[in-house]
């Protein structure tokens, strides 16, 4: 497995942005795909994830409804749309992966993990 995020940017406040990871390294195992996020002088927050399995997905409560986590099978990218970005949300994202089924909000359940793409959201 290995991720490579992208996509990251400065967006104002209210906007919409996209951010993408894909894998290059795919195999047949069964992975659980997450988005992370981290502040300056903060600790890494769980955003979002979806099972590749069922699809199943889970949110953080201050992106429920805001942010929406998806893949694409055909090219091993999982995608992290967001809307009404407020500056709250202004950090470093990163994406992860971990063999399994069930979506999971613990980082450090993640064993695979992609470089950061800085979000920044003027207000």
């Known amino acids: 497995v290995q991720l490579q995020a992208s996509g990251g940017g400065l967006v104002q406040a209210g906007g919409s942005l996209r951010l993408s990871c894909a894998d290059s390294g795919r195999t047949n195992t069964p992975y659980v795909w997450g988005w992370f996020r981290q502040a300056p002088g903060k600790e890494r927050d769980f955003v979002a994830s979806?099972?590749?399995?069922?699809?199943?997905?889970s949110y953080a409560d201050s992106v429920k409804g805001r942010f929406t986590i998806s893949r694409d099978n055909a090219k091993n990218t999982v995608y992290l749309q967001m809307h009404n970005a407020k500056p709250e949300d202004t950090s470093v994202y990163y994406c992860?992966?971990?063999?399994?089924?069930?979506?999971?909000?613990?980082?450090?359940?993640?064993?695979?993990w992609g470089q950061g793409t800085l979000v920044t959201v003027s207000s």
């Open positions: 992860a992966a971990r063999v399994g089924i069930s979506t999971s909000t613990d980082s450090r359940e993640y064993k695979y």
């Open positions: 979806i099972s590749w399995t069922d699809d199943s997905t």
